[in-house]
């Protein structure tokens, strides 16, 4: 079946620490990918995108994620966090021939001091 | 940046009446817009999609005359929770596209049903 996995609930790192928020999709082309984040009781925030060109791609607020085509990825970094990166993060995509957009479960990033 | 708005923010109503919630872009006109739902701690589920001057098209479980979207112009689509139960409680964010690839979500809106 069509999904988006998120394999972490929840993460819990350091503040200055790094982070890696895994997201892995099964479809059979490449589908247009993108994380968000959400903050308690607001709406979606888009950090970055790929749809196509260099896999590394940079977003806001010094996140960037790399696309990898063999393991169907597209997995997203900070080298170091700051406490108001506490939120929960979205992996979603556009499949193929679609227009509409496929979350993830979504995973819980808790920052301690 | 493109802006959508939501309005209102939160919104508590009895139970039996109907509750309508505005999605508007503020900055582009979107082709498409789209209405979720999202329980506590969960992810956001689709609802409907909707474009302008045309029936909404509704996922599959969703009740579209329980929830009425009208997609008046290019820039406002509004959902209506008619005869709101208890069980309608829920954070519902809309978002639109100007170009059915990149969606930009609203602020979502908190209805409490009592």
């Known amino acids: 079946a069509q999904s988006v996995t998120q394999p972490d609930i929840h993460i819990t790192v350091s503040e200055g620490a790094s982070l890696e928020l895994r997201c892995n999709y099964s479809?059979?082309?490449?589908?247009?990918l993108f994380w968000y984040v959400q903050s308690p009781g607001q709406g979606l925030q888009l950090l970055l995108k790929?749809?196509?060109?260099?896999?590394l791609v940079q977003g806001i607020k010094g996140f960037e994620a790399e696309f990898k085509r063999s393991q169907s990825s597209f997995n997203l970094r900070k080298p170091s966090v700051h406490w108001s990166d506490a939120a929960e993060y979205f992996c979603?995509?556009?499949?193929?021939?679609?227009?509409?957009?496929?979350f993830g479960a979504g995973t819980t990033v808790t920052v301690r001091a | 940046g493109a802006v959508v708005s939501q309005h209102p923010s939160r919104v508590i109503c009895k139970s039996g009446t109907s509750v309508k919630i505005e999605c508007r872009s503020l900055?582009?006109?979107?082709?498409?817009m789209f209405w979720y739902r999202q329980f506590p701690k969960q992810s956001l589920m689709l609802m409907a999609t909707?474009?302008?001057?045309?029936?909404?098209?509704?996922e599959q479980g969703v009740e579209k005359d329980k929830f009425l979207i009208n997609h008046a112009s290019l820039t406002l689509s509004t959902l209506t929770v008619t005869s709101a139960h208890p069980e309608d409680s829920s954070f519902y964010i809309c978002?639109?596209?100007?170009?059915?690839?990149?969606?930009?979500f609203g602020p979502g809106t908190r209805l409490t049903v009592t």
């Open positions: 978002s639109a596209t100007p170009d059915n690839y990149e969606q930009y």
């Open positions: 479809y059979g082309a490449t589908p247009y």
């Open positions: 790929y749809f196509s060109g260099d896999t």
């Open positions: 979603a995509v556009v499949p193929p021939s679609d227009y509409k957009l496929s």
């Open positions: 900055d582009f006109q979107a082709t498409t």
């Open positions: 909707s474009n302008e001057g045309s029936k909404a098209t509704y």
